[in-house]
């Protein structure tokens, strides 16, 4: 019985992996297009949540002479992106693994937050928008990046609907300065 666990997990792991750096998913909406959203400074420090293989970090870091740090709950996967870093020379990026409230990060210290896809996995959700809240510098952003929810009962991903993100991100005292639709389904809120 145990030896059908660990193929199992592999294939999810291939498969995560696999949607994580696909094509498609560049495609649909790019790093980079994110970033271009985001006044970011030669500086600045940032801080990416759910960083998985390193989709935003690794362009991120290479815009920044500041910190990138990489969070993630899975060691896997963060030694993927820690990989990519090495391949890359980037020397800026530093990968945390755990959640949001295990960050070893002082309060008002980055100044840009990004959270691609990886909101509607945690919960409670309003404690880790406080926790984001509290590390970002005063004048600092957030971008969010998320699935938007099509009241489609066949789907089995949770999801958060626009509306609700802005809800949730305005009762965690962030101002939405933009929304926008890359896709049909995706849709990026940009807060400060």
Do not use: W
Request: hydrophobic content about 35%.
């Amino acid at each position: 019985m145990k030896k059908n666990c660990k193929p199992n997990h592999m294939d999810n792991f291939r498969k995560k992996v696999g949607f994580l750096d696909s094509r498609r998913r560049r495609e649909q909406f790019s790093p980079e297009s994110l970033l271009k959203l985001l006044p970011i400074n030669s500086t600045d420090n940032i801080l990416d949540i759910g960083a998985g293989t390193g989709f935003l970090t690794i362009p991120a870091a290479k815009i920044t002479d500041g910190m990138v740090y990489a969070l993630d709950i899975d060691p896997n996967i963060l030694q993927i992106a820690n990989s990519k870093a090495i391949n890359e020379g980037l020397e800026n990026i530093r990968t945390i693994q755990g959640e949001m409230k295990d960050l070893p990060l002082s309060d008002n210290s980055i100044d840009i937050v990004l959270a691609s896809l990886v909101l509607h996995e945690i919960k409670p959700l309003s404690e880790t928008l406080q926790l984001i809240n509290q590390v970002l510098k005063a004048n600092g952003y957030f971008a969010c990046v998320e699935l938007e929810d099509e009241q489609n009962p066949n789907h089995n991903h949770p999801r958060i609907s626009s509306t609700k993100m802005e809800q949730e991100l305005n009762k965690a005292g962030f101002k939405v300065s933009k929304k926008l639709y890359p896709t049909e389904s995706i849709y990026v809120l940009i807060a400060q």
